[in-house]
């Protein structure tokens, strides 16, 4: 009898020990994702504890070296690492891609189903993270994290580096069309968009001859690209060249996760704007909210200047002890921004204006200049960023 309670005390000694031990492995992985992963759309962070036996087992995935690191630095004892560092050996050496369809929705997971949390243009080159069946788990230039079902060509680093390389066009209208032959009555390879790219393989005619990253070729006419290095150097960015682009997309519906011509949420359209100038923005507003400098938090309009994101959401009250940045548009001068609401439309901080936007401007928060501050955090020009080295 003494002995059968004096292994049950054993057992129950063991299993408060293994308990407490995994309740500080829990602050530990906290503790963490707090430092390296605050925000889940820009690093995978999915890392919990979990207690078998006597045993803690640590089981989940990051995309963040240094988390991975410092987790496991802080970590002793009994404890087996199940942790995959994405990418491992699921993606292998190609762990680089181009996305080679007009416009592919990144979703939150690996399903149809999933919400769409962003668009992928063709020709955005990407980091593979992640494969599961015919999905893979991206992250685009500005960090974004998604999920794409097929739409990649899959190249490895030094692939990737002489892809870029590649003379390329730039798609220039807002919707255009390539064909099989250099005639606009032959079959229709693909639609394309503004902000598409392919490389550029010759002309004939008034067309250029492109190839899609997946190896198909088409014809597409000259009036809707432009060869990316004279579409770089004739970018204008300017308050003037930020309003009229801006311009182009009234009427375009809103959609949800929406970042191409066929339809825009309300970051998705800054982020286009900007990225037509050659800058790369954060993809949220929230994110968006966090770069550029400072011009106005009062709802004193008079220091704003066209091309200026205004941002709008919930203050910070005694209710509501955290800011929600949950909207933003560009001030296009006189009070009045454009937006995505329902359809890209103007609206007006000025109650004596017809465009008057009561809604919006009951809750503006702020309004930050992005011209002048391109390398500051969160800014950059297209073409200094990584990817596309």
């Known amino acids: 009898m003494r002995k059968i309670t004096f292994l049950f005390l054993l057992w129950m000694f063991s299993t408060l020990c293994s308990m407490a031990q995994h309740n500080d492995i829990n602050r530990i992985v906290q503790a963490v994702q707090k430092k390296f992963a605050p925000d889940r759309r820009v690093v995978v962070f999915d890392i919990k504890p979990l207690l078998q036996n006597d045993t803690v087992v640590l089981e989940g995935e990051t995309s963040h070296p240094g988390a991975y690191d410092d987790l496991l630095r802080q970590i002793t004892g009994n404890v087996k690492n199940n942790i995959r560092l994405l990418p491992d050996e699921v993606i292998g050496e190609k762990n680089r891609g181009v996305i080679y369809n007009p416009v592919e929705k ?3 997971s690996n399903s149809y189903a999933s919400e769409t949390v962003s668009e992928v243009l063709l020709g955005m080159p990407v980091k593979l993270l992640d494969k599961k069946g015919g999905w893979r788990r991206v992250q685009t230039p500005e960090g974004y994290i998604g999920w794409v079902s097929e739409a990649i060509q899959p190249l490895s680093e030094a692939e990737l580096r002489a892809y870029n390389k590649k ?7 807002l919707y255009a069309l390539a064909y099989e032959k250099a005639n606009v ?3 229709t390879v693909s639609n394309l968009v503004i902000g598409d790219m392919l490389v550029l393989e010759g002309t004939k005619g008034r067309f250029y001859r492109v190839a899609y990253p997946d190896g198909r070729e088409a014809y597409i006419q000259k009036t809707d690209a432009e060869e990316l290095t004279d579409w770089l150097e004739g970018i204008e960015f300017t308050q003037e060249s930020i ?25 998705g359209f800054t982020k286009l704007v900007y990225f037509l ?4 923005l954060p ?12 011009i106005d938090e009062t709802g004193d309009f008079h220091n704003l200047q066209p091309g200026d994101l205004v941002y709008f959401g919930t203050r910070i009250t005694d209710e509501n002890p955290r800011e929600r940045v949950v909207h933003v548009g560009i001030y296009i001068g006189n009070e009045r921004f454009i937006h995505a609401s329902d359809y890209i439309q103007i609206g007006s901080f000025n109650p004596a204006d017809s465009l008057f936007d009561e ?9 930050k200049r992005i011209i002048g501050e391109v390398g500051t955090k969160g800014i950059e020009r297209i073409f200094d960023n990584e990817f596309y080295e």
């Open 106 to 108: 990144l979703h939150a």
């Open 167 to 173: 003379p390329k066009v730039a798609v220039t209208s």
């Open 185 to 187: 009555k032959s079959q």
């Open 243 to 267: 309003v009229k682009t801006a311009g182009q997309f009234m009427g375009v519906p809103y959609v949800w996760g929406g970042t191409s011509a066929h339809g825009l949420d309300c970051s």
């Open 277 to 280: 100038h050659g800058i790369l």
């Open 283 to 294: 993809r949220d507003a929230s994110q968006q909210a966090l770069t550029g400098k400072l």
């Open 359 to 367: 809604y919006n401007t009951n809750r503006y928060l702020r309004a």
